[in-house]
């Protein structure tokens, strides 16, 4: 997460994060890890808090990797494997998972560039990052960034366009969906291109 304030917030807010916040979008989550090359059998949830997301998808086999103490101890009530680490070092070794999930929480993670760099990092080739954000030139989106900004978080969102951009630079075959509520840049590492 971003700072200690971002870190601050959602450690107070982990034990009612779940009631407040609506259930993760499984059809845009699966619609993304579908996309890969290669069989998904272990994803790596960044920035996964509670676990909401892997919870959405029904993969047990996820692991969760956040920042904050308190949202992991939710994830692990909920019998998920957890990592406490920041985004822009992941502890977890090259090429070795098969998807990436951040899902509404890439905004939170400062030096958006690095933490791009480490998930390509760690995906193995085939592989697919999928991001589910909000849309900062949508009413919404922009609703939230305020909002966020209001409370003092150091939030930095990206529209679609520039998240496809950033994805397409480091290697990845990319293609954005879109809905009401946010968008989804789906990111492939292509076996070829992986070397």
Not at 133 to 139: G, N
């Amino acid at each position: 997460m971003y700072g200690p304030g971002d870190v601050q917030f959602f450690t107070r807010l982990s034990r009612i994060y779940d009631l407040v916040m609506p259930a993760a979008n499984e059809a845009a989550i699966d619609a993304g890890l579908s996309s890969a090359e290669r069989p998904v059998n272990r994803v790596l949830d960044v920035g996964g808090g509670s676990g909401r997301a892997t919870v959405a998808t029904g993969r047990t086999d996820s692991i969760v990797v956040d920042i904050s103490a308190g949202m992991l101890s939710r994830a692990q009530a909920r019998g998920l494997a957890c990592i406490r680490g920041d985004a822009r070092r992941l502890p977890i070794s090259d090429r070795s998972v098969d998807a990436v999930l951040i899902v509404d929480a890439f905004h939170h993670m400062p030096d958006g560039e690095v933490v791009l760099d480490e998930l390509v990092r760690v995906l193995r080739p085939g592989g697919v990052i999928v991001i589910r954000e909000f849309d900062p030139s949508r009413l919404l989106g922009r609703t939230i960034e305020l909002s966020e900004h209001a409370i003092g978080m150091q939030s930095t969102f990206y529209t679609p366009t520039r998240l496809a951009y950033e994805l397409a630079e480091r290697g990845l075959d990319v293609s954005t969906t879109d809905n009401r509520l946010g968008y989804t840049a789906i990111g492939v590492l292509s076996v070829d291109d992986s070397q």
